[in-house]
């Protein structure tokens, strides 16, 4: 089964679209430029940053007269490590946390069904194995499945959470977990909070308040706002980043459901358009699948 969904996805791959679409070509002109272009964006590349692509092709084009197919590829993979560039300047390959944050504050934010509590429950699993003391936060008081299902991670990992009755108010949840954490001496906090994108107005004042309140137990909380987004939703995964980094400053991001999908190509587009790094892949349902973002080994594979 699983090498069924392997072929599948090879079939649609960006490589191999491209490589249909140059079949037979020797160099690049207007006809692989369009192609590319129509490949670029169906990878969820998106629109904006696709024509960034196109036109730096072009341009090359337009000064070598002749640029072959071999010469395409390698300048594809150079300007797509280039723009992952402008916000993944690191090469991290751990999960490592700040060593002036203590308890380093990381803020979930992100859309239900996107993998929100399971990208949490991931996170805390790779923290504990780093070695660091990690602590929960169910501020998602809008639904008690929400609350129920942080719970679970909690326990699969074994770590302890914080949380309060269903529709209590996020703030205090976020408070009290500060608290708890301190008081346990906890290296790493994580908050989860709602996934509600029905009013802007309200999201914005709900995680101003969180942080609000959280930085009255630890002065600079949160230090990093993590945006979780469903790398198979393409244009849905563009509109959900523009109205989060609305609403609040999100300072890294983390891109789920990357396996099973060959549309990868919505990573580039989010770094690009937004300039805020992705730090982390989520790449299957499991506890282990969750992955330190590498520019690197992604243009790997992107172009596999
Ligand atoms: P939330 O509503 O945003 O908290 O979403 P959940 O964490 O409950 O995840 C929704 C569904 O997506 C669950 O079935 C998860 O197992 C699944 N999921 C989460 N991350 C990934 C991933 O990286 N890959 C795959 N294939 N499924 C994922």
Known sequence: ETLDKGLEKSKTTFFSKLSKAVAGKSKVDDDVLDNLEEILVSSD???????KIITRIEKRVASDKYLGIEELNQILREEIAGLLSETNTGEATEF???????????????????GKTTTIGKLAYQ????????????????????????????????V??????????????????????????????????????????NLMNE??????????????????VLLVLDGSTGQNAFEQAKQFTAA?????????????????????????????PVKYIGVGEGIEDLQVFNKYEFVDSFFK
């Not at 995680?207 to 990093?224: F, G, I, S, Y």
């Open 96 to 114: 490592l946390v700040p060593i002036q944050a203590r308890p380093y504050v990381l803020m979930v934010v992100g859309v239900n069904g996107v």
């Open 45 to 51: 590349v998106g629109v904006e940053t696709t024509l």
């Open 160 to 201: 302890p959470i914080v949380r309060q009755n269903m529709g209590s108010d996020p703030a205090s949840v976020a408070f009290d977990t500060l608290q708890s954490a301190v008081a346990q001496n906890a290296d790493v906090v994580i908050i989860d909070t709602a996934g509600r994108l029905h009013n802007k107005i």
């Open 248 to 276: 609040t400053e999100v300072t890294a991001l983390a891109v789920t459901k990357l396996d099973g999908t060959a549309k990868g190509g919505v990573v580039i587009g989010i770094s690009d358009q937004f300039k805020i």
């Open 127 to 158: 923290f504990k194995k780093a070695g660091y003391k990690v602590v929960l936060g169910a501020a998602d008081t809008f639904r008690a499945a929400a609350i129920d299902q942080l719970q679970v991670w909690a326990d699969r990992v074994d």
């Open 207 to 224: 995680l101003t308040k969180v942080k609000r309140v959280m930085q009255k137990v630890v002065a600079d909380a949160p230090h990093d």
